[in-house]
C-alpha cells in the first residue's frame, strides 16, 4: 500500500495523528481508519485479508474510514484490474480501466467538481485542482454516493461519500493546501 509514509505526514500536518499498521487491535482502538494505495488493486486487498474483517466491522460500528485513490476503489464490490477481483464491497459498483484514446496513467493535477457539498468538502473552492495518479476508476451503482467528478477521457468520481466511509481517487497528501484542507475536514469528522 504506497505511500503510507507520505499520507501520514500529510495527516500530522493537518492535525491528526497516525498510525502504519495492519494490527487488528490497533485498527479497533483508531478513532478513524485511513486506507491509502498506490499499486494493484489484487496487490492490495491480498495484504488486507488479515484485517478485512475488522475494518468492515469498524465501519459497521459508524467508525470514519478515508480511502485514497486504490484506497477509494478498494471499497468497491470488484475490480477489473487484471482479471476479476473481489474489493470490501463497501459500496457497490464496479472499478474499470479509462477508456482508451488517454493517457494511462492519468497524472498530474486536474480540475475537481464538487456537486454535492458536505462537511467533508467543506470549504473548498469550486473547481479545484488535485493530483490523480489512476489507471482505473470506480463506477458506483449508487450515484448518490458522488460528492465530486473529474474529466479525463470520461467524467469518473473524484470525490464518494457514504457515511463513514469518505474517500478521494486523488492524492490530498500531494495536493497541496486544497488537499490539506480536506484531510483537516476528515479529521474533524473523525472527532465528532
Known amino acids: 500500500m504506497g505511500n503510507l509514509r507520505g499520507v501520514k505526514l500529510a495527516i500530522e500536518r493537518a492535525g491528526g495523528r497516525a498510525v502504519i499498521t495492519n494490527d487488528p487491535a490497533e485498527v479497533t482502538e483508531a478513532d478513524a481508519i485511513v486506507l ?5 488493486f489484487k496487490d492490495a486487498m491480498e495484504r488486507l485479508r488479515s484485517i478485512e474483517e475488522v475494518v ?3 465501519i459497521r460500528a459508524g467508525k470514519p474510514l478515508l480511502g ?3 484506497g ?15 474489493g470490501l464491497d463497501l459500496l457497490k459498483g464496479r472499478v474499470v480501466k479509462l477508456p482508451a484514446g488517454v493517457k494511462v496513467p492519468h497524472m498530474g493535477w486536474n480540475k475537481v467538481n ?27 451503482l449508487n450515484k448518490d454516493v458522488v460528492l465530486a467528478t473529474t474529466e479525463y477521457g470520461v467524467e469518473f468520481p473524484s470525490i464518494v461519500e457514504a457515511d463513514p466511509l469518505y474517500a478521494t481517487q486523488f492524492h490530498p497528501e500531494k ?6 484542507k480536506l484531510l483537516r475536514n476528515f479529521i474533524s469528522i473523525a472527532k465528532r
Open 72 to 86: 477509494l476503489q478498494l471499497l468497491f464490490t470488484e475490480s477489473m484490474e487484471g482479471g476479476l477481483h473481489r
Open 114 to 140: 464538487i456537486a454535492k457539498w458536505t462537511r467533508f468538502v467543506e470549504d473548498l473552492p469550486q473547481g479545484a485542482y488535485m493530483y490523480f495518479v489512476h489507471s482505473f476508476y470506480a463506477d458506483p
Open 68 to 70: 485514497i485513490c486504490l
Open 175 to 180: 495536493s497541496g493546501k486544497t488537499g490539506l
Open 36 to 40: 491509502p494505495g498506490v499499486g494493484a
Open 56 to 58: 468492515k466491522d469498524q
